[in-house]
C-alpha cells in the first residue's frame, strides 16, 4: 500500500518512548530521515507528542510517533506524563530509547511493564552505541542503535517490519460481505453538517474498497433513494446508509435488500461490534439526570444540527422518554474515570486506530459502563437494529 492509499487510522502505529534525552527524538530523525522533532541537549526538550504519517521504507505507510519523556517532573511535567500515557492507547509497536551509557533505569522498567500488560510488540534500543564502552549481552527484544553514526538504525527498520508484519490481519471493511460485479448503493446525506466539497472517510474508505473489490456503486441522498432503488433493474446487493438517515433509508429500501450503516460496519472492522451491541440496550432504561457521555474520535466544528451534540441527545430523550444529562468530548480526550455515566455513545471512530477503539471499549468494560456506538444506538433507536446487522453477522 502506498501512502497515499492508507490513511493514518489504518496505518500501524509506532510510538518511541524513554527517559529524558535519551536521545528519543535523535533517533527517531535518523530513522525517518526527517527532522520531525527537534533535539537539543536540553532535557525535556519534546514537551508533545509529535505524529507524522509517512512511507517508510521496508516498512511501508506508518503513523511514527515521538513522545515527550517519562521521567519528566513537576506539574507540568506530569501533563506531559499523561499525554505519552493517552499515546500508549493507540500504539501498535513500542520503541524504548534507552541511554545506552547510562543503561536501565527505574522509568524504564515500568514503561517495560507497561508493554507487557498492554500485550505490546515492542524493541528496546540502546541508544550512544558509539560511546558505550562496552557492548551488553542483549536479549531477543534488544539492539544497540547510534542516531549520530547510523549504527543499528538499518537493523532498528528491518525489525520493526517484522513486527508490523506479525501484527497484521487480513480484515475488509465490507468486500467480505458482497461478491465481485454486485451492485451496492451507499446513502449519503448531504446536509448542513456535511462538509463542504467532500465526503467523509468512512463514506470515502467503503467506496474505495468496493471499487477496489470490482462491485458497481451507486451512491445517492437519503431523499432521493426510493427514486434511485425504483431505477435498478435489479436490486442492489447492499444499502449502506449514514446512520442519522437510518429512518428514512429502512422505510425506502424492500425488505429483503440487506441494509447496514457506516458506522456498523467500522465497529466490526476495528473488533468491537459484539459488545457494542450489547450496550444499545441501557438507552431505554436512563432516567431523569442519568449521565451519558457522547464521544467522538474526531474534532469538528459544531454546526446546528450536529448529529453528536444535538441530534442524538434529542433521539435519546424521546427514545428514554427521560431528561439524562449529557456530556461531550472530542478527539483523543477520553475520560479514564467513567464511573459516573451510566453509558456512552461513541462515533464510528473513522479517525482513531483500532488499538485506540479498542482501549476505550476495555475502560467501559472494566467500569461496568454499557457502550454503544451511533449507528447501532440509532438503528436500535428506530427499531431496526436487528435488520441493521444481519448483514454483517450472516
Known amino acids: 500500500m502506498s501512502l497515499n492509499s492508507t490513511v493514518s487510522a489504518m496505518r500501524p502505529h509506532i510510538a518511541f518512548f524513554g527517559r529524558r534525552n535519551a536521545g528519543k527524538s535523535s533517533v527517531v530523525n535518523t530513522v525517518t530521515n526527517q527532522r520531525i522533532s527537534v ?17 517508510l521504507l521496508p516498512l511501508g505507510p506508518v503513523v511514527i510517533i515521538d513522545t515527550p519523556g517519562f521521567d519528566d517532573e513537576g506539574a507540568l511535567g506530569e501533563l506531559r506524563v499523561e499525554r505519552t500515557r493517552e499515546v500508549l492507547r493507540k500504539t501498535d509497536i513500542a520503541v524504548l530509547v534507552v ?12 514503561l517495560l511493564d507497561e508493554f507487557t500488560r498492554r500485550k505490546l510488540p515492542y524493541l528496546v534500543c540502546y541508544n550512544k552505541s558509539d560511546l558505550m ?45 458482497v461478491q465481485e460485479g454486485d451492485t451496492v448503493v451507499l446513502v449519503i ?3 448542513e453538517s456535511a462538509p463542504k466539497g467532500r465526503i467523509i ?48 433509508v429502512a422505510e425506502h429500501t424492500p425488505a ?29 432504561h436512563l432516567n431523569n439526570g442519568d449521565k451519558v457521555l457522547i464521544s467522538e474520535g474526531c474534532t469538528h466544528h459544531r454546526q446546528c444540527g450536529d448529529i453528536g451534540t444535538v441530534k442524538l441527545p434529542d433521539w435519546i ?27 456512552i455513545v461513541h462515533c464510528g471512530g473513522c479517525m ?43
Open 352 to 394: 482513531l486506530n483500532e488499538k485506540e477503539m479498542q482501549h476505550r471499549q476495555r475502560v467501559a468494560v472494566s467500569a461496568g459502563i454499557p457502550m454503544v456506538n451511533y449507528g447501532v444506538a440509532i438503528a436500535a433507536m428506530n427499531g431496526i437494529l436487528d435488520r441493521a446487522l444481519q448483514p454483517v453477522l450472516k
Open 256 to 284: 429483503d435488500v440487506p441494509m447496514t450503516s457506516f458506522s456498523i460496519l467500522f465497529a466490526r472492522f476495528k473488533g468491537n461490534l459484539d459488545g457494542l451491541i450489547r450496550g444499545a440496550n441501557a438507552l431505554k
Open 201 to 248: 472517510l468512512p463514506q470515502q474508505q467503503t467506496l474505495r474498497e468496493l471499487l477496489d473489490h470490482h462491485c458497481t456503486v451507486i451512491c445517492c441522498q437519503d431523499t432521493e433513494l426510493k427514486a434511485t432503488l425504483g431505477r435498478l433493474k435489479h436490486a442492489p446487493a447492499l444499502v449502506i446508509t449514514d446512520s442519522q438517515a437510518f429512518k428514512r
Open 99 to 110: 541511554d545506552g551509557t547510562v543503561g536501565l533505569s527505574a522509568a524504564d522498567e515500568r
Open 133 to 177: 564502552p562496552t557492548r551488553p549481552h542483549l536479549n531477543e527484544h534488544e539492539l544497540l542503535v547510534s542516531a549520530l553514526t547510523g549504527e543499528g538504525i538499518g537493523e532498528l527498520k528491518e525489525r520493526l517490519a517484522t513486527l508490523i508484519k506479525s501484527e497484521e490481519k487480513e480484515k475488509c471493511i465490507v468486500a467480505d460481505l
Open 317 to 343: 430523550r424521546k427514545y428514554a422518554g427521560a431528561e439524562p444529562a449529557f456530556t461531550f468530548t472530542s478527539g483523543g480526550t477520553f475520560p479514564d474515570d467513567l464511573s459516573d455515566y451510566k453509558v
Open 39 to 55: 533535539v537539543s541537549d536540553t532535557l525535556g526538550t519534546t514537551t508533545d507528542p509529535v505524529q507524522k504519517a509517512m512511507e
Open 189 to 191: 446525506p448531504i446536509d
